[in-house]
């Protein structure tokens, strides 16, 4: 059942006490909001609790979010709060929990009704697995890259991706997953420019061990964010840890910032995993925006191609469709010239390496593909053997004309 976690910002190391007089408590059978009957608290956080409960007319059972009474009295938690409401419920993805309510209780405590989960987080997944098959993990990770990647298509970057705020639930016989938790969310026009909201220019929100090294340095963040903190939670279930870890909050905010993650398969011990799939993750984990995927669509089909991969050479491209291709490479110079003829020369420089490569995944065949093979083909050139049989007929030519001048002398 859900165990629900509702921290702001607080390490896995030091997670922030919450003394039980400033929680919201209800009681089995009390009726909130003239509406509620509470059944049980199911979780509590920094910001409050949640109760398990059903609707008294309609007997539909629901997840109350109820705000602790000192935060329901200040303007910025408050704010923060019906944001998060606010988000969730505009966002309309299967992948994202529904918003079905908002209102306050008779003490004056602001709450939200959302949707009854049953199932469990993924960080009490890892916690008990520790290391997760890749054909699992790719899956958790494309179905939460399509919740999250709707979310940025309404203009929310949730800012706090971790695998507490992965909720892992079975629908038709199948795991799915909801995203939970858009307490820090920050609504704005994905790449266009930060509107900070409650949480002020500078502020850093969030759990340090998934933060990007942008919002780390509390500089403004967009999509590609929550991208590399969903590239943190890819290495985490891998490698059976995040990539960076520390004594306090600073110490893992520079890691983020200034320290590259060791690749997953040269952990102790080395993640199980396809080298292209590594080559995703570490992808994912760069420190520049401009150089991770740039949305998670990409990041998604990624994961997807690499992890079906599992003899791929860490030198081979990653694969991507090719409507991905258009939109992920940027236009180089002289892309508008006409395109070079089908057959190159025979002695013809190496085609640039690219990024990725607009075809479809391969399929198997005794026939390796040639290493750096690319969309441009390099005319082979002359081999040894034929080399070897030019100097032979040169041979032959010289003594014929030797032999030639002898007899006439």
Request: charged letters at 20%.
């Amino acid at each position: 059942m859900l165990e629900w976690k509702t921290s702001l910002g607080d390490s896995k190391q030091t997670p922030a006490p919450q003394s039980p007089e400033k929680i919201a408590k209800f009681e089995p059978g009390q009726i909130v909001a003239g509406r509620y009957k509470i059944h049980r608290r199911i979780g509590h956080g920094g910001m409050g609790a949640v109760y398990a409960a059903e609707h008294v007319e309609f007997g539909r059972p629901v997840a109350l979010k109820i705000l602790s009474p000192e935060h329901s009295s200040q303007t910025d938690m408050l704010t923060r709060f019906r944001g998060e409401a606010r988000a969730a419920s505009q966002i309309g993805h299967p992948g994202i929990i529904d918003v079905l309510d908002f209102g306050t209780t008779e003490g004056g405590c602001v709450f939200f009704a959302m949707e009854l989960l049953d199932g469990e987080d993924l960080a009490d997944l890892l916690a008990r697995e520790k290391r997760i098959k890749v054909a699992r993990g790719a899956r958790i990770v494309e179905l939460a890259a399509a919740a999250v990647g709707a979310a940025h298509g309404k203009g929310i970057v949730h800012r706090d991706l971790k695998p507490e705020n992965i909720f892992l639930v079975q629908r038709g016989g199948q795991e799915s997953v909801k995203v939970l938790d858009f307490g820090v969310a920050k609504v704005n026009d994905p790449f266009v420019g930060p509107q900070e909201g409650v949480t002020g220019r500078g502020a850093v929100v969030g759990t340090p061990e998934y933060m990007s090294p942008e919002q780390a340095g509390g500089n403004p963040v967009d999509a590609r964010s929550d991208i590399y903190s969903l590239g943190c939670i890819l290495y985490e279930m891998f490698v059976g840890k995040p990539p960076f870890s520390g004594k306090n909050f600073v110490t893992v905010l520079m890691k983020h910032i200034g320290q590259p993650a060791l690749p997953p398969r040269q952990a102790d011990p080395p993640a199980d995993i396809p080298p292209a799939l590594e080559k995703v993750i570490l992808h994912a984990l760069s420190k520049d925006p401009a150089q991770r995927y740039q949305s998670m669509e990409e990041l998604a089909s990624a994961v997807h191609q690499a992890a079906a991969e599992p003899d791929a050479k860490a030198d081979e491209p990653v694969w991507l469709p090719a409507d991905e291709l258009l939109r992920s490479e940027p236009k180089k110079a002289g892309d508008d010239e006409p395109a070079a003829p089908p057959l190159a020369p025979a002695i013809a420089p190496a085609a640039p390496a690219l990024p990725y490569r607009a075809s479809r995944p391969p399929t198997p065949s005794a026939l390796p593909r040639p290493p750096g093979e690319n969309t441009l083909r390099v005319a082979p050139a002359p081999s040894g053997l034929t080399l070897i049989h030019g100097l032979f007929a040169l041979a032959i030519a010289i003594l014929m004309v030797a032999l030639v001048l002898l007899l006439r002398k």
